[in-house]
């Protein structure tokens, strides 16, 4: 079983980046399901802006997009900022977008029978609303988001500690990580058992 993580720090590498830090709890428990991660630094990538899936040259994008759809799930990470999903997060899920339209030779979208969770960190509140944002995204495109598929991690209101600054809240944030992977990976084997059918046609 394979899993995608997009990290959608607004850091580059090498810089340290609390969202990767977190993320590492889940793939850690999902590696010891026997489940092998492939994880992009959006950060780090050329990504065009844009609804397609391919915009061009030098667009990054495809690579990632392969990745997803060779893989059974998707780990979405990102900071919060002001309350909201980092502009990685907003740009990866419109680049998502195009995978409405895609099928499989069978008529299928090639996000069904694909399960997401979500990572969330941020020193500010609004975990909560982040994780619906992205959530109600990615079961707009077509992915699965099993019961309890997120962990996330921030100080509370007002200004503070980064995650990787202070020992605070990281047990029930570890504890979650590891209830999401084996959710991630028990609704990806049940579905992989007894795939979705193809929405209807409209005739």
Not at 2 to 24: F, G, H, I, Y
Not at 186 to 193: E, F, I
Request: proline fraction near 7%; hydrophobic fraction near 35%.
């Amino acid at each position: 079983m394979r899993a995608t993580l997009l990290n959608c720090s607004l850091k580059p590498s090498p810089e340290p980046s609390n969202t990767q830090v977190l993320a590492d709890v889940v793939v850690s428990a999902m590696k010891g399901w026997g489940v092998e991660t492939t994880s992009y630094r959006l950060a780090d990538l050329d990504l065009a802006h844009g609804v397609e899936t391919d915009m061009g040259d030098g667009d990054d994008w495809p690579r990632v997009h392969e990745s997803i759809t060779s893989s059974e799930i998707l780990v979405f990470a990102t900071p919060t900022w002001v309350g909201h999903p980092s502009s990685y997060a907003q740009q990866a899920i419109e680049r998502l977008d195009a995978m409405i339209s895609e099928t499989d030779d069978d008529g299928k979208p090639v996000a069904y029978d694909r399960v997401a969770g979500v990572v969330v960190t941020g020193n500010e509140d609004g975990a909560h609303h982040v994780i619906s944002e992205i959530a109600g995204a990615l079961g707009d495109i077509g992915f699965t988001v099993p019961g309890q598929a997120w962990t996330y991690w921030n100080r509370g209101p007002g200004p503070g500690p980064s995650f990787t600054e202070t020992d605070e809240g990281h047990d029930w944030s570890r504890t979650t990580g590891v209830t999401m992977a084996a959710n991630l990976v028990a609704v990806a084997r049940a579905l992989g058992q007894s795939p979705m059918s193809a929405p209807p046609s409209d005739g």
